[in-house]
T-cell receptor, first 110, second 112 residues
Framework: KQEVTQIPAALSVPEGENLVLNCSFT??????LQWFRQDPGKGLTSLLL?????REQTSGRLNASLDKSSGRSTLYIAASQPGDSATYLC?????????FGTGTRLQVFP | KAGVTQTPRYLIKTRGQQVTLSCSPI?????VSWYQQTPGQGLQFLFE???????NKGNFPGRFSGRQFSNSRSEMNVSTLELGDSALYLC???????????FGPGTRLTVT
């Protein structure tokens, strides 16, 4: 049974820092991995999608890597800003659905 | 291009009632999935519809059901509501399934 874990559960940093959020999964037989952002009480916003054959994807200040063999992904956020404050979720598409981690709650203070 | 829309955004129901939630996917997307989000259980998969057929189903009781119409719009129904059904219900659309998933804003259901 696929399990997805995210570390740390919460993170509070000053503006300008570079951040690394971690995601690990137990079953490497995935179609893809997707990172999302969720603001309080809102839906999920897709940040990056990495296909199982890819190693990384970049969008602006965000970079996500995937090491399928070790069951790990990292989301790198460069030069963090207060507007980056949100919960970040990783999810793997496994067989027939997305399986989500429990998220990392990020707070960036000025 | 318009995003995924969900209606209503908020609902308050009492135990024993039933409720219907609606989801309109991005134009051209044929797969619609539903998820339940609660503080205790996180995000859990309910079911997926593709071309008007339920293709996959999660581990939820039969009180949870859904359907998809020919225009790919989907509805989810919960009968005999329980207090534990209080949650944020999210739908996601994609082109055909294991593609990038786009989520709607969710429907916040409160059962009293």
């Amino acid at each position: 049974k696929q399990e997805v874990t995210q570390i740390p559960a919460a993170l509070s940093v000053p503006e300008g820092e570079n951040l690394v959020l971690n995601c690990s999964f137990t079953d490497s037989a995935i179609y893809n991995l997707q990172w999302f952002r969720q603001d309080p009480g809102k839906g999920l916003t897709s940040l990056l999608l990495i296909q199982s054959s890819q190693r990384e994807q970049t969008s602006g200040r965000l970079n996500a890597s995937l090491d399928k063999s070790s069951g790990r992904s990292t989301l790198y956020i460069a030069a963090s800003q207060p507007g980056d404050s949100a919960t970040y979720l990783c999810a793997v598409y496994n067989t027939d659905k997305l399986i989500f981690g429990t998220g990392t709650r990020l707070q960036v203070f000025p | 291009k318009a995003g995924v829309t969900q209606t209503p955004r908020y609902l308050i129901k009492t135990r024993g009632q039933q409720v219907t939630l609606s989801c309109s996917p991005i134009s051209g997307h044929r797969s619609v999935s539903w998820y339940q989000q609660t503080p205790g259980q996180g995000l859990q998969f309910l079911f997926e519809y593709f071309s008007e057929t339920q293709r996959n189903k999660g581990n939820f009781p039969g009180r949870f059901s859904g359907r998809q119409f020919s225009n790919s719009r989907s509805e989810m129904n919960v009968s005999t509501l329980e207090l534990g059904d209080s949650a944020l219900y999210l739908c996601a659309s994609s082109l055909a399934g294991p593609d990038e998933q786009y989520f709607g804003p969710g429907t916040r259901l409160t059962v009293t």
